[in-house]
C-alpha cells in the first residue's frame, strides 16, 4: 500500500512563475492534544522542525538547549519530541519523532512546519512526482 | 483526517495569494484567521470554531526557498 498526496500549487504575482510545493497534511500529538498541520516535505531537513508557538499549543517540553539552526535565517533551535500521525484513505501511521522548535527573532513570521528526514521521512520510500504533483509515500515496517 | 478533510481539500484548490509568508487557520472552505505565529492564527481561530476542526498552515513566502 501506498499513500499519495498532491503538490500545492501557489500563485504568487504576475511576474514570476507559481511555486510547487511539496506539503502533506498530518496530526501532531502533544501533551496539550492534536493539532491538524500541513508541514512541508524537506529531504534537506535533518529532522522535523516547528515553531515555538505551535510547541506552545501542543504543550512540549523542551529536552535540550537553545543552538544556533542553518538554514533559517537567525533562528535558534532546541530539541524536544513529539507523534506525528499520517493518514490516507484506511492507511495510517503514527510515529515518535525528535524535533526542533525554532525560535525566530522577535517580530519575525514563524517558518513553516518542516518535516524531516530522522523519525519521519526515514520511516517511508518516497516518490516526488514533480512532472504530475504527485508525492506517493510508501510505509517501511521497522528493521527487525 | 476526517474532521479537517475539506479544510484540506479547500487548502489544495484555493488561492492563498492574499496570504503569502502568513500563518492561517483553515475550517471547512473558510479561513478563519490569519497572522504571522501560529498560535496566534489558532487561538484566534478557536475562538470562532471547534478545535479539532481547524486546520493550520503557513503560506509559502513570497521569495523563493533555497535552504
Sequence with gaps: MAMKFKYKTLKRDARTLPVKEPSINVRLLGPKGPVFIVGLLDTGSDLCAIPKSLAEILGLKITGEKQPISGLGQAEGAESSMEIEVSHGRESHRLAVPVMIIYSPEGAVEPPVILGRSGFLDAFEITFNERQSRITMKWLPPAR | ?67
Excluded: C
Excluded at chain 2, 487557520?25 to 505565529?37: F, N, Q, Y
Excluded at chain 2, 493550520?56 to 521569495?63: A, D, W, Y
Design chain 2, 1 to 67: 483526517m476526517s474532521g479537517v478533510a475539506k479544510a484540506y481539500q479547500y487548502y489544495l484548490n484555493a488561492d492563498f495569494s492574499q496570504y503569502l509568508g502568513k500563518w492561517v487557520a483553515i475550517v471547512d472552505e473558510k479561513v478563519l484567521a490569519s497572522g504571522p505565529t501560529a498560535k496566534g492564527a489558532y487561538d484566534e481561530a478557536a475562538k470562532k470554531a471547534d478545535p479539532s476542526k481547524i486546520l493550520l498552515t503557513r503560506i509559502h513566502s513570497k521569495q523563493m526557498m533555497i535552504l
